[in-house]
């Protein structure tokens, strides 16, 4: 991914130098706009969800709390956590991004641009206890499903170098990004007939079960997509982003490359 990153950043920086020299006419403005789309973020990170990165769901289940409402709730019946309980592939669902752009048009076919967006993302799942039902005598175990339920906030940071091809109405754009990226639990919680045990406390980090709540990371990425001409005012790009950070989730995935994927649309006042 660095390499292939180097690569664009040379051809970027080429490409801009011809383009001054072609386009030096053309004045030099500021622009701005905002951003919506999709996050594909990788599930590789939503796997601290799962109730198994700490221990989260064992601990929330033999609480002796939970354990009186769940004995209720499963008509005045015992339970216990099989070996196979946690879920093996959770992931996020895609999210909506929103943000803005402030930009620099360095000419006609170059511009930088700073991104502010901020995303929603969402994991849903399942998990199994065993209800010891004594008047149960087949050979089957009877199993209770149970959902698991988070929200992750996300702010990402981009600093993008773009060339935009020479074109009429629709113009291809090729570019890099650095990116800042910082991330937040809203929630998550699991659930049994309706009974929801949280695995974190909002209101009392240092007291959660897993004290990791919030980080930040740093990464880069690439940027591919096309811009086409609304108005003498307005400009739409449409671009897809894939990339890659480095961020403190408290644990470490046993994937190096960790790709995620933005598709972004902007509509630019320039």
Known sequence: MKQCINKYLILLCGLTILSGNSYSQKDQTLFFGVNVGAKLANKNYAVRYSGAYQDELYYS????IHQNELYMRLGDKTYYMPYDS???NIR???GLVTGVTLGYQVS???QMSLDGNFSKLKVKSNFTIVVEDPSNWTSE???ELGILYAEESRFDGRYNLDYVFDGDKARMILGISGIFTAWRIDEHFASI?????QLFSKHNPTNNFNNKVSGMGWGGGINIGCEYRVNEKIVAQIMYQPYQTRVDYGFTPSKKLLLQHDLTVRFLWK
């Open 141 to 143: 175990p009877v199993r």
């Open 92 to 94: 996020y669902s895609p």
């Open 193 to 197: 007939r309706d009974y929801n045990m």
């Open 61 to 64: 289940l033999i609480n002796p």
């Open 108 to 110: 006609p076919n170059f």
């Open 86 to 88: 946690y879920p093996t």
